[in-house]
């Protein structure tokens, strides 16, 4: 066991040469980059209720940064945020269980060019909380249609004449 005093000693010297420490640290992480992650993920998973804690009180007390971070992921994968976002809200159950990452990488190219091109929006043929019938969010289900038309739609869906979509 290690006694009060050595503690406090470690504790002071680590304060001193923190560039050292830092160095050590990134060294050992570097060569043990996923015995590092697959730490970490233990860890969460067993004190989940603790992880959340903190990254809410760290959210709280970091809310400009969380915003810009937030704000990042959202512009360097858009399709992803939305159908979190959705998720969340329960509007999206399951969505990428039927796509492969070519497909999921299609909708972000849909998302990108609506970003790019702001007169247009990435529709759900089938929409997610119809009156009458729900789609999924899937390649399938999208489309993209100028906003002008997507907004006029609203939250219906009308069976093609042909009975495909």
Known sequence: MISEKR???????????????????????????????TRVRESQSKNREYYNQKSIEWQNENKERHLQNRRNSYARNSAKEIERVRR????????????????????????????????FEVDHIIPLNGKNVSGLHILGNLQVLPISINRSKGNTFKEPRHGRI
């Open 7 to 37: 503690k406090a000693y470690l504790a002071a010297w680590r304060e001193k040469n923190r560039d050292k420490t830092r160095a050590a640290q990134q060294r050992y992480y570097e060569k043990n980059k996923e015995l590092c992650h």
């Open 88 to 119: 969340r809200q329960k509007k999206i159950r399951h969505g990428e269980m039927f796509m492969n990452q070519a497909e999921q990488a299609e909708v972000q190219g849909m998302y990108d060019f609506c970003r790019i091109f702001k007169k």
